[in-house]
Each structure stands twice: as structure tokens, then as C-alpha cells.
């Protein structure tokens, strides 16, 4: 079993900057894949960005060149840096990692005033 803690969001204007963070606990060599998905109100739940244990990452169309992600093995953390933040980026960010199943964070708020 993974816990997960995010931590990070806030209300921003356009343009702005954030950085998301997302602490692991728990079984934490289990992990093979960390993932920051969002979901705003009437919307699904989407992918953000993804990085794999060996590094590799993936990010949404609506992101590239905006948003990086990266982790930290010694603090067992994954940080989500957005900038040039849009009024269309507000949602709930959820940290998700995947062992044998996924699990989920309890979520932080990012809102973009324009």
C-alpha cells in the first residue's frame, strides 16, 4: 500500500506560476509509475503528466511546454511545476501511483483567476 499527500495548490492569476508536490509513503519500491491527473467541475478526470521509475515522462497536449514533472527518490516525492498557468488549468490535481493498482491522493485545488 502507497499513501500519497499533495500539497501545493492555490489561486493564481493567468500567467502565473505553481508547484505542486506530491509525497509517497508506504510501499514505495513497489511504485513503477507516478502520475498527476486533474479533473475540473462537469469534466473528467484527465492525465497530466506521467514519469515512469526510470525517469521517462509523458505529458497531456494541453501542457507540453508548460508543465514539467520530476521526482525526488530521496525525499520520495513528485513535484508538478506549472507555468504559464490558464484559467482552463483550474481543477483538483490528484497525485496517482501504480503499483499492482493505483492509488490516489486525496487532492489539492488550483484555481487560475484570468
Known amino acids: 500500500q502507497v499513501q500519497l499527500v499533495e500539497s501545493g495548490g492555490d489561486f493564481v492569476q493567468a ?33 497530466v503528466a506521467g514519469i ?13 511546454g508548460r ?13 508538478l511545476q506549472m507555468n504559464s498557468l490558464k484559467p482552463e488549468d483550474t481543477a483538483v490535481y490528484y497525485c496517482a501511483a501504480t503499483t499492482n493498482t493505483i492509488q490516489w491522493g486525496q487532492g489539492t485545488q488550483v484555481t487560475v483567476s484570468s
Open 15 to 47: 500567467g502565473g506560476s505553481l508547484r505542486l508536490s506530491c509525497a509517497a509513503s508506504g510501499s514505495i519500491s513497489s511504485i513503477v509509475f507516478m502520475a498527476w491527473h486533474r479533473q475540473a467541475p462537469g469534466k473528467q478526470r484527465e492525465l
Open 52 to 64: 515512469t521509475s526510470g525517469g521517462r515522462t509523458n505529458y497531456a497536449d494541453s501542457v507540453k
Open 67 to 79: 508543465f514539467t514533472i520530476s521526482r525526488d527518490n530521496v525525499k520520495n516525492t513528485v513535484y
